[in-house]
């Protein structure tokens, strides 16, 4: 691990305190409107620049209660799960660099060093896991689906709608979270997915597209549209998939917090925190906090 991070030890001490009244700072935060981040990651980079504290400073500035975080490597997210329990929701990253997204699949390795990684730490669910519809047969993927169906953990999937149906077609009981509206959103596309899906445990994060759903703040009426037709769906989230994303944090949460502004409470509400609360809902790692 970087010899930047000062040991646990050291941590709980400096971070006992805020931690306690971490909730409490949060409903003060912003406009008081929390949020749940669904998804957002913690790097080795991240953490030459920003230790535990700085993080969980970021979010208690940004309005933000929870947090969904995967680590490059992997035990990254433990480590920020260890200094503040209640907030931290970790998520298995299978990639020890960024080279492995585009190789994670063919590595047969993969199933079997995630499952021993699972027994050793709480974790939530799987993922980001990125891959594509010329991938969707790959073995590993399969292996994994059926590992975090049999967990009961939450696979984060960063792909088409292919990969959808695919896990599916896998373990119809899954529960997955998809990634970035899909990677070419499109509200008839989306809605078909859902409507193929009904009934499954299917969640779907807007991050890294408000501006292209709400251009200068404002939804657009046909992603308003649909947002209302499947309420229970969908689920914002940052994204913080870089150091400098890390340090524009607080005006990410700001963003979204101005897209669902003009959205009926109960809706806004879901889509800040309530659709991920449930999602979370007995996660292993997942300990809620009096705020929610």
């Known amino acids: ?30 406009d008081g409107v929390r949020i749940i981040d669904a998804h957002s990651h913690y790097t080795e980079a991240d953490a030459e620049a920003l230790d535990p504290a700085e993080i969980i400073a970021r979010l208690d500035a940004a309005g933000v209660s929870r947090v969904v975080i995967s680590g490059t490597p992997a035990d990254l997210a433990l480590r920020l799960h260890a200094v503040a329990p209640g ?12 080279l492995d997204k585009a190789r994670w ?17 709480a974790w939530a669910g799987i993922g980001e896991l990125h891959l594509f519809a010329p991938d969707a047969g790959s073995p590993v993927l399969a292996r994994l689906v059926r590992l975090a169906d049999a967990q009961d953990l939450i696979l984060m999937l960063h792909g088409d709608a292919e990969i959808i149906d695919r896990v599916f077609a896998i373990a119809p009981a899954v529960r997955v979270l998809w990634a970035h509206l ?28 408000d501006p292209l759903i709400a251009p200068d703040g404002v939804l657009l009426p046909e992603w308003r549209a649909l947002l209302e037709a499947h309420p229970e769906r969908f689920l914002v989230a940052v994204d913080a998939f870089s ?50």
């Open 1 to 30: 691990m970087p010899g930047s991070l000062p040991p646990l030890s050291q941590l709980a001490v400096g971070l006992a305190f805020a931690v306690t009244l971490a909730v409490a700072r949060v409903a003060g935060a912003t």
């Open 87 to 98: 907030r931290i929701v970790p998520f298995l990253g299978v990639y020890d660099s960024h």
């Open 105 to 121: 699949m063919h590595d047969e390795r993969v199933p079997e060093r995630a499952e021993a990684q699972l027994a050793e730490g």
């Open 182 to 209: 899909g990677t070419d959103p499109e509200p008839g596309a989306l809605a078909a997915v859902i409507e193929r899906h009904a009934g499954r445990a299917l969640w779907i994060d807007t991050s890294v597209r």
């Open 243 to 292: 150091t400098n994303r890390w340090h524009r944090y607080g005006e990410v949460a700001a963003a979204i917090r101005r897209w669902t502004a003009d959205l009926p409470e109960g809706l806004r509400d879901r889509l800040l925190f309530g659709n991920a609360q449930a999602m979370l809902s007995g996660a292993r790692a997942s300990e809620p906090s009096e705020d929610r």
